[in-house]
């Protein structure tokens, strides 16, 4: 269960963007703990455009490593959800 | 000399370009501004984007695919001649090194739809 409102709600915005995002996807098929390879087919170009569309959107900058190693939407929403709270030019 | 690695991707030309129009930051995550552009400084065609796209995917499985290589630490540039050549830094020169990687070869190809390429890393 996502912890916080905040990660609900960002967890929600999360599933918006990957519908958005990911051809032939639609949000009902996106669940909390979908794998975004093996359960959403989310290819290597699918992750980067969701990585780049989520720094555009909420204006962070995701690490290519750590994009490497998020691989359920709820590791996402988790680590959306300290981004966002964490002060502008914080250090990782 | 021998061969450290081998990769092979393609990328299917259409799905990228919608890709780079629906998420225009995509194109600065995966190419650096000298790929982006012709010599005569025009846009290059969304058909040999998607070959250097497939390129930098090749070039990741070459080395073993690990995480946290950075796609803009891979640069597809082009000789005199016209032949497609490889330029690596920062993490991707550093795992080139763990792996003794002293050089590159790249071929690309676009052809129905779909953009091709092939890498192999010598040492």
Redesign the interface.
């Known amino acids: 269960m996502p912890s916080t409102a905040d990660e609900r709600q960002l967890l929600d915005e999360l599933r918006d963007l990957l519908a958005?995002?990911v051809?032939d996807l639609t949000v009902e098929e996106i669940g909390p703990d979908s794998s975004l390879q093996d359960d959403l087919g989310v290819d290597?170009?699918?992750r980067?455009?969701l990585?780049?569309?989520i720094?555009?959107r909420w204006q962070i900058e995701v690490?290519?490593?750590q994009a490497?190693?998020l691989t359920t939407v709820r590791q996402i929403a988790a680590h959306l959800a300290e981004a966002v709270a964490a002060p502008a030019g914080g250090t990782a | 000399m021998s061969i450290i690695g081998v990769g092979i991707d393609v990328a299917e030309v259409e799905r990228f370009g919608a890709a780079l129009e629906r998420t225009p930051a995509l194109a600065g995550r995966l190419f650096l501004e000298s790929e982006l552009l012709l010599p005569g400084g025009e846009r290059r065609g969304v058909a040999s984007l998607a070959a250097r796209f497939a390129a930098k995917e090749a070039l990741a499985k070459a080395l073993g695919a690990p995480a946290g290589l950075l796609w803009t630490d891979a640069e597809v540039w082009v000789e005199a001649g016209g032949r497609p050549r490889l330029r690596v830094t920062g993490t991707v020169a550093a795992r080139a090194a763990e792996l003794g990687v002293a050089s590159w070869h790249v071929s690309l190809s676009h052809d129905a739809g779909i953009a091709s390429a092939v890498v192999i890393a010598e040492g």
């Open positions: 958005a995002t051809e290597s170009l699918a980067l455009e990585v780049a569309a720094e555009d690490p290519q490593e490497d190693r």
